[in-house]
């Protein structure tokens, strides 16, 4: 079994930043590609960021500049760098998982609270 446990998420004005992290842990022989996903209250959950085993990335357009999404393969952990906030990125964000053991399984993380004041 694999656990994604995420922090760093919280309040703040806009214009301002947060860090996310989210951490893999359980039988992982590696992580092809991790990303953050969020859903605001009445939407449906959005791709925010992916990044593979190679570093390449990919992000939704609405965040593209503002948002940097990055990994460490040696920790399983995977990061969301987020800068001029936005009271529309307030949401719940999720961290999410393709990981190879056995076979290859989908993760999801518990979500963690993002809240921008205007």
């Known amino acids: 079994q694999v656990q994604l446990v995420e922090s760093g998420g919280g309040l703040v004005q806009a214009g301002g930043s947060l860090r996310l992290s989210c951490a893999a842990s359980?039988?992982?022989?590696?992580?092809?590609?991790m990303g953050w996903y969020r859903q605001a209250p009445g939407k449906q959950r959005e791709l925010v960021a992916s990044i593979n085993s190679g570093g390449r990335t990919n992000y939704v357009d609405s965040v593209k500049g503002r948002f940097t999404i990055s990994r460490s393969i040696a920790k399983n952990t995977v990061y969301l760098q987020m800068d001029g906030l936005k009271p529309e990125d307030t949401a719940v964000y999720y961290c999410?998982?393709?990981?190879?053991?056995?076979?290859?399984?989908?993760?999801w993380g518990q979500g963690t609270q993002v809240t921008v004041s205007s």
């Open positions: 999410n998982a393709f990981v190879v053991g056995s076979t290859v399984e989908n993760y």
């Open positions: 359980g039988s992982i022989f590696s992580i092809n590609v």
